[in-house]
């Protein structure tokens, strides 16, 4: 019996006992080190751990619109990974070529930037997007993604000193937006939209170009950026090990960090949003994202057996550190028990 069947079968059988699928909680910050140990952040030095693969990232953090799902990226090998709450893990999307930036946008569409290539592609329909044509070129280093209540897409490119809008939903030619050197991460709180630049952060609200004398914050190695559902604008740093509450801005460099005791630190940074309805694709959002030229769909796990593997390639166990107190089956092997027990009058019957 396929993945796919068995996710289905459960679906159903959750569906008509009243069971509501665990979901991640609104306002939660994760955070990734690294080599992609995940943890819920918690004010102080102890972390829950999600999940770890031991590979590469220099990603982004994502969530499914209905909350069930967590994303990231692996830079190597290039992947998207899907967390359940429980710490089951999947890969939805392979031959991606160095992957940073991740965002599941208002409609439901996946985007990933290339850094190398230098570009944003559509991974939606999940599977291997080696032959994917991207949605927006023009690129040189692309990294973190974010989409402002208004619909548009940035993304920051470190090597080309910017925020770029990528163009969505159509795509196209990435334009210039806003000018900051060696620009890292965004984060938008619905008003104002942020941006940090290897230790200062930025209002960049109104585009333009920023120099480090208008930064809001400053004073330590600030490499990523969130807001947390109490609105408080927290930054990590790169191979650091803590937080940073730089909502009040001005100089932390004698400054208490907001929490300790992380995994050397990158780019992964989230909070987890407000649940939104799974929305289908607008007419005008079937842009071809493959060679194909299909309409994108859900993504779906490439993979549904054992654990990181000595190459490098993520492969799965169904198995993962809770750590979010969510109370479900463990893993695969318990979804799968669910589907037989179902399943089994109507063997009986045949």
Not at 94 to 120: C, E, H, N, Y
Not at 137 to 165: F, M, N, W
Not at 198 to 221: H, K, M, N, W, Y
Not at 309 to 319: I, M
Request: one cysteine or more.
């Amino acid at each position: 019996m396929s993945t796919e069947v068995i996710v289905f079968l459960v679906a159903q059988i959750l569906a008509a006992h009243g069971v509501e699928p665990a979901t991640f909680s609104p306002g939660d910050v994760y955070y990734g080190g690294a080599n992609s140990e995940i943890v819920r952040v918690v004010e102080g030095d102890t972390h829950p751990i999600l999940v770890q693969l031991d590979t590469y990232s220099a990603g982004q953090i994502a969530f499914s619109p209905d909350l069930t799902t967590l994303y990231f990226t692996v830079y190597n090998p290039g992947q998207v990974v899907a967390v359940e709450p429980d710490g089951t893990f999947t890969t939805v999307a392979t031959g991606l070529d160095t992957p940073t930036g991740l965002l599941v946008t208002q409609q439901g569409r996946m985007l990933v930037s290339s850094f190398k290539a230098g570009q944003i592609l559509d991974v939606t329909k999940g599977g291997d997007q080696t032959y994917t044509k991207p949605l927006t070129t023009g690129l040189k280093g692309p990294r973190s993604l974010v989409q402002l209540p208004t619909g548009e897409v940035l993304v920051a490119d470190q090597i080309l000193d910017g925020v770029y809008d990528v163009g969505y939903p159509d795509g196209g030619v990435a334009e210039l937006f806003a000018e900051v050197e060696l620009v890292r991460h965004l984060a938008h709180d619905g008003k104002v939209l942020y941006a940090v630049s290897e230790g200062f952060v930025f209002d960049i609200t109104a585009g333009g170009i920023f120099q480090p004398r208008e930064a809001l914050s400053f004073g330590q190695p600030f490499f990523s950026l969130t807001v947390d559902g109490k609105g408080r604008l927290l930054s990590g740093e790169l191979t650091g090990t803590v937080l940073w509450d730089v909502t009040a801005g001005g100089d932390f460099d004698e400054a208490t960090p907001f929490a300790t005791g992380l995994p050397l630190g990158e780019t992964l940074l989230a909070t987890v949003p407000q649940a939104v309805p799974e929305p289908p694709l607008e007419t005008g959002d079937t842009a071809d994202t493959s060679d194909t030229g299909e309409a994108p769909t859900e993504p779906t796990p490439t993979d549904d057996t054992g654990t990181p593997s000595t190459d490098g390639t993520v492969v799965l166990d169904g198995e993962g550190d809770g750590g979010c107190g969510c109370q479900q089956p463990g893993g695969s092997a318990g979804w799968l028990a669910l589907a037989l027990a179902a399943l089994a009058p109507l063997r009986r019957r045949r």
